[in-house]
T-cell receptor, first 114, second 109 residues
Framework: EPEVTQTPSHQVTQMGQEVILRCVPI?????FYWYRQILGQKVEFLVS????????KSEIFDDQFSVERPDGSNFTLKIRSTKLEDSAMYFC????????????FGPGTRLTVL | QKEVEQNSGPLSVPEGAIASLNCTYS??????FFWYRQYSGKSPELIMS????GDKEDGRFTAQLNKASQYVSLLIRDSQPSDSATYLC?????????FGTGTQLKVEL
């Protein structure tokens, strides 16, 4: 069964460093998302991406964040200058474009900022 | 601010019992509602969607929606230890899912 994959599974970085989190959505899906979940807290929407552009973003998704779909398969989240409070689990999700609430989540990347 | 509220639990039920999970939402214009299951350390997984008032059944799961009361619930019949997880209620607005904090369910032997 097709699934969303994410790499790396765990990323440790120093405060101020740039990180790139990678995702391969399910083939033929049209909508792509990033969510984050700080330990013990709710899953929070960051950004949605459709037709090679951002379709919606949250207040969390400030100028330090960017997303890119550099080729036909990868979808990346870049954090330019990480802060301690960016430590969280980051989930990528994709959707085939039918019911936007039925999203398929990847296993997540745990980001630890020291 | 559109909110989704859930009791964080834990909700403990014995094996074989019915587990009842509840959720309220603030945006009266919300049309689509979802239940996701999240095992500890794992990602959310969709288990049910509901769009109309009333009940929707899928196997051991029944989702219930009351738009007038802005209330969504999930019933799990014949609860199994493998159902022990956090259940996330979510609503869709535009492109984004807004999640509640989740209710932790523990099914005890």
């Amino acid at each position: 069964e097709p699934e969303v994959t994410q790499t790396p599974s765990h990323q440790v970085t120093q405060m101020g460093q740039e990180v790139i989190l990678r995702c391969v959505p399910i083939s033929n899906h049209l909508y792509f998302y990033w969510y984050r979940q700080i330990l013990g807290q709710k899953v929070e929407f960051l950004v949605s991406f459709y037709n090679n552009e951002i379709s919606e973003k949250s207040e969390i998704f400030d100028d330090q964040f960017s997303v890119e779909r550099p080729d036909g398969s990868n979808f990346t989240l870049k954090i330019r200058s990480t802060k301690l409070e960016d430590s969280a689990m980051y989930f990528c999700a994709s959707n085939p474009g039918l019911d936007l609430g039925e999203q398929f989540f990847g296993p997540g990347t745990r980001l630890t900022v020291l | 601010q559109k909110e989704v509220e859930q009791n964080s639990g834990p909700l403990s039920v014995p094996e074989g019992a019915i587990a009842s999970l509840n959720c309220t939402y603030s945006d009266r214009g919300s049309q689509s509602f979802f239940w996701y299951r999240q095992y500890s350390g794992k990602s959310p997984e969709l288990i049910m969607s509901i769009y109309s008032n009333g009940d929707k059944e899928d196997g051991r799961f029944t989702a219930q929606l009351n738009k007038a009361s802005q209330y969504v619930s999930l019933l799990i019949r014949d609860s199994q230890p493998s159902d022990s997880a956090t259940y996330l209620c979510a609503v869709i607005a535009g492109n984004k899912l807004t999640f509640g904090t989740g209710t932790q369910l523990k099914v005890e032997l």
